[in-house]
């Protein structure tokens, strides 16, 4: 199982979430929205949604406009960051990594009728394990007006239907279809584990990913491509040669996806520190337009996961900073 959601917080982190919140309030200020855009990587930005079956360009479709930049105008180009609602509430609270956050673009991932973060400004992003779940919300009505965008988080694991396991590139296209009709971007983050069903026994998942063309094939639908990466952060090497292979094949598919890199404060296996983050940052800055900054939860999404270390992600954003 990727180290993916950090949905709900650990039972030792309910507490201190309710106090992350009521200090973002205070530093809302320090978060303010403006409308400069994040430069991101070299050829990538975060482009306007593509109307049904075509490709975003940068400028969008007629008459459209991007989304407004999240932070004030800076003159440092810091990466985007992507939490979940649970991991900012839990490092706004330190002022290093607010500043950090402060330089850069932030997307906060909601749950369905999840309601943002108080006090803190950052573009709406709502996150569905299945498709056919995000294309009945979006249809619906249930993704609320405002929302930059919606995510399409597949992986091999009892929250994502077997069907679109078998074949997520479609079910990510068809929920394309579905958000560019209604204004939507889309960001795909395909988890390594898909290449259990998808290639079984083919070499180390990373290499099958690769092997499969899985990043291109996203990039072909998909406004924003969020790379799984957090499993490989203790191996710098690996990190940057996986995320360089992917970044190049998403970008060959289509030069204005943006990409993304998961970062994992706590995952499965030996513990990790900042160092590791910041090493796999380093690593990559350049081949990427920023990052998703796992804080996992221990439960049914990311069973094995090792107690959230939101120290960690502190630790990493004040080395940035």
Known sequence: MDTRQDLRPADGWSRAAVLATAAAAAVAWLLAACSAEVPGAPGSHSPPPASPGSHASPEGPAGSHAAPAVGPARTRGGPIWLLTRSALSQVVTDPGAREALRASRVYEILQPRQPPLPGVAAERVVTFASAAALEQAVVDGQVPAGTYGVLYDPEAWSFTPPAEQRDPVQAA???AVVAHAHGLRLIVAPALNLTTVLAPGRGPR????????????????????????????????????????????????????????????????????????????????????????????????????????????????????
Do not use: K
């Open 173 to 175: 296209a068809r929920a």
């Open 206 to 321: 990373w290499q099958a990913f690769l092997d499969l063309g899985l990043a291109g094939r996203m990039a072909r639908v998909a406004d924003v491509v969020e790379l799984q990466a957090q499993s490989l952060e203790r191996s710098t090497a690996t990190y940057a040669a996986f995320v360089r292979a992917a970044a190049a094949q998403a970008a060959g598919v289509n030069p204005h996806v943006t990409v993304l890199a998961g970062l994992s404060t706590n995952p499965p296996g030996a513990p990790v520190g900042s160092q590791n983050l910041a090493s796999a940052i380093q690593a990559t800055r350049s081949l990427v337009a920023g990052y998703w900054l796992n804080i996992p939860g221990q439960g049914a999404r990311c069973p094995t996961c090792n107690a959230p270390r939101p120290d960690i992600a502190v630790q990493t954003l004040r080395q940035l900073g």
